[in-house]
Each structure stands twice: as C-alpha cells, then as structure tokens.
C-alpha cells in the first residue's frame, strides 16, 4: 500500500499533471473520510472535522496552516463553532495532485493527534 504519510509535497508547476481516475481509484483508501466534490468545474477534496467548542476548531485549523507552511501546500479553511471545513486541491493546475492527497492524509494524522491530546 502506498505510504502517503511518508511522502512530502513537490513544488507543483501549471503544466503539472492532475491525478487519473484510477489514481485517485488507488490513493482514496487511505483518506475514506474525504469527499471528492466538484466546485466550478474544479476536483477538490472535502472533509469536515468536528471539536467540543470553538477553540479546539480553531487549534486545529492553526495546526492545520502550520502544516500548509511547513509543505507549501494550502487548503481552504473554514471555522465555525465546533467544526473545521478543510478542501485541497491544486490551484495551479485547477484540480487534484497528488499532493493534495498528501495533505489529506496528514489532516487526518493531526486530527488523530489532536483527538488523543483531548481524551
């Protein structure tokens, strides 16, 4: 199986190529939680995250840009009490990379992470 975990983003050119079905066919296992959506005519990845209270969503979304920084990759942040919108896909491209992927998988090992810390 592929280790999406293991991986790091590649700097990501317009010219770059978007993922095939049988990519994504291949990659979505490993993030079972994401949505794949359509918007304008662009491929992205979905998935809401929920918290106790405001200032755990909040926690999490600052983790979540940290982690955007750290891979030079940035999603779509949306806060509300309680809850986390998180959508990647590749503005460059208009579309899905495999790093978007990537960063899927890393979302969800933060939020794992973060759960843990709150039981």
Not at 1 to 7: H, S
Not at 48 to 77: I, K, M, Q, W
Not at 87 to 102: E, M, P, Q, S, V
Request: glycine residues 6%.
């Amino acid at each position: 199986m592929i280790d999406l975990l293991g991986e790091s983003c590649v700097a990501c050119r317009p010219d770059a190529p978007r993922v095939t079905d049988e990519e994504i066919e291949r990659l979505k296992p490993q993030i079972p939680d994401w949505q794949l959506v359509e918007e304008d005519g662009v491929r992205k990845l979905v998935r809401t995250f929920t918290f106790r209270n405001f200032a755990d969503a909040f926690a999490f979304a600052t983790g979540v840009g940290v982690l955007a920084e750290e891979e030079g990759h940035h999603p779509r942040l949306v806060i509300e009490w309680g809850r986390v919108e998180v959508a990647w896909w590749t503005h460059k491209i208009r579309g899905l990379h495999r790093n978007d992927f990537i960063m899927a998988a890393k979302t969800d090992a933060a939020y794992r992470q973060l759960q843990a810390g709150f039981a």
